[in-house]
T-cell receptor, first 112, second 113 residues
Framework: SQTIHQWPATLVQPVGSPLSLECTVE??????LYWYRQAAGRGLQLLFY??????ISSEVPQNLSASRPQDRQFILSSKKLLLSDSGFYLC???????????FGQGTRLTVV | QQQVKQSPQSLIVQKGGISIINCAYE??????FPWYQQFPGKGPALLIA?????SEKKEGRFTISFNKSAKQFSLHIMDSQPGDSATYFC????????????FGTGTRLTVIP
């Protein structure tokens, strides 16, 4: 069966510090991978998606970047965090174009 | 532009009552309509999904009603329980493209004992 791992679960970082959130998927190959951000009490905002290694598409201009160095690894990064980067970050994967998304457990990021 | 419009934003239901969440869309290319359930501090999880060749799908206490002509679909939770308290997202997907799954804005359901 497929599983998705996302870590860390919570993170408190000072403004201006770097960020690295990691997501890995097990039990499948060549998944489509996604990073979402969810503000408190709000919906899901798609940040990045990837259809393959080193193939990243950005949905919104922002202070964040994403990378996919391996088929089942997706990394969300920032060189310098802003207060507005605080939120709940979710990684997800889909197999194929017209299927459901499977989400990780999320990372609660608080920038102070 | 919000591809899938969801209402209400929040909903309070008595235990044993029926919870109803509605979604609407315009894009006739959508052909897959999943619903996700999210508990606080957790990622969303697929609850139930429907394709437009059927008008209703039922899984336990959860039912999706789909009206293709009106471009609307809804989630009904029968005999709502406090454990159903969560945020619910509807979504819609087109057949092609990697960025083809569009979520509603979510409904926060609270079931009071």
């Amino acid at each position: 069966s497929q599983t998705i791992h996302q870590w860390p679960a919570t993170l408190v970082q000072p403004v201006g510090s770097p960020l690295s959130l990691e997501c890995t998927v097990e039990g499948t190959s060549n998944p489509n991978l996604y990073w979402y951000r969810q503000a408190a009490g709000r919906g899901l905002q798609l940040l990045f998606y990837s259809i393959g290694i080193d193939q990243i598409s950005s949905e919104v201009p922002q202070n964040l970047s994403a990378s996919r160095p391996q088929d089942r690894q997706f990394i969300l990064s920032s060189k310098k965090l802003l207060l507005s980067d605080s939120g709940f970050y979710l990684c997800a994967w889909r197999w194929g174009m017209n299927t459901e998304a499977f989400f990780g457990q999320g990372t609660r990021l608080t920038v102070v | 532009q919000q591809q899938v419009k969801q209402s209400p934003q929040s909903l309070i239901v008595q235990k044993g009552g029926i919870s109803i969440i509605n979604c609407a869309y315009e894009n006739t290319a959508f052909d897959y309509f999943p619903w996700y359930q999210q508990f606080p501090g957790k990622g969303p999880a697929l609850l139930i999904a429907i394709r437009p060749d059927v008008s209703e799908k039922k899984e336990g206490r959860f039912t999706i009603s789909f009206n293709k002509s009106a471009k609307q679909f809804s989630l009904h939770i029968m005999d709502s329980q406090p454990g159903d308290s969560a945020t619910y997202f509807c979504a819609a997907s087109t057949p092609i493209g990697a960025n083809n799954l569009f979520f509603g804005t979510g409904t926060r359901l609270t079931v009071i004992p």
